[in-house]
């Protein structure tokens, strides 16, 4: 079962910040926080991953809180390409690559 | 580079036939992992390959079976189709084992059982 909690839907105005929120309040000391996203008829794309500290990269900035309980991910400027399911998935960092989603959220962007 | 590629894209088959779907990793990696995720859901993991060995395998029955080659392609192999094997295949590959690595993704087989 998946580790993680996060709301089935949202919409974001293009342009825009879109911030999607992610529980997982029974997240243990070595496990990691991924993010991936799955548009329309492709397989998921990695997007980015942290344990305690906050991450950015070119596609999105990771914002994790101080007992990590739970983390937002934050598209700085959402785009209509920007459409998709988001997943937030917990993985031990010693484990294997087994990746285990969760429902996700639909992230719709409107013009 | 070349990314993960799978076939066929789209598949129709029977109650009761056998499957083999194919998919063909990134260059330079040498896991893969097979899921399914049906309509509406997240992807659910099968197993996961490893130097040509099985290494990890989810909640699926034994008529799911895998290979992988000496060139890190792989084969999911599904027998005795049931209706609800209908879903996207999903591949994904990475450069190692365990650790901090992301995966990469193919864009899937949809199989349909009739």
């Known amino acids: 079962d998946a580790k993680t909690t996060q709301p089935p839907s949202m919409d974001c105005a293009e342009g825009r910040a879109a911030n999607l929120p992610c529980n997982h309040s029974?997240?243990?000391?070595?496990?990691?926080v991924y993010w991936y996203r799955q548009i329309h008829s492709q397989g998921p794309q990695y997007i980015i991953h942290g344990l305690k500290n906050n991450e950015t990269n070119e596609m999105a900035s990771l914002i994790i809180t101080e007992d990590r309980k739970s983390s937002t991910l934050i598209l700085p400027h959402a785009t209509l390409r920007d459409t998709a399911v988001y997943y937030c998935i917990v993985k031990d960092g010693n484990a294997g690559n087994m990746l285990t989603f969760g429902g996700g959220t639909r992230l719709m962007v409107k013009p | 580079e070349t990314g993960v590629t799978q076939s066929p894209t789209h598949l129709i088959k029977t109650r009761g036939q056998q499957v083999t779907l194919r998919c063909s990793s990134q260059?330079?990696?040498?896991?893969v992992s097979w899921y399914q995720q049906a309509l509406g859901q997240g992807p659910q993991f099968i197993f996961q390959y490893y130097r040509e060995e099985e290494n990890g395998r989810g909640n699926f029955p034994p008529r799911f079976s895998g290979l992988q080659f000496p060139n890190y392609s792989s084969e999911l192999n599904v027998n005795a189709l049931e209706l609800d094997d209908s879903a996207l295949y999903l591949c994904?590959?990475?450069?190692?084992?365990?650790?901090?690595?992301?995966?990469?993704f193919g864009p899937g087989t949809r199989l349909t059982v009739l």
């Open positions: 260059s330079g990696h040498n896991t």
């Open positions: 994904a590959s990475s450069f190692r084992l365990a650790g901090l690595n992301e995966q990469f």
């Open positions: 029974t997240i243990s000391g070595n496990e990691y």
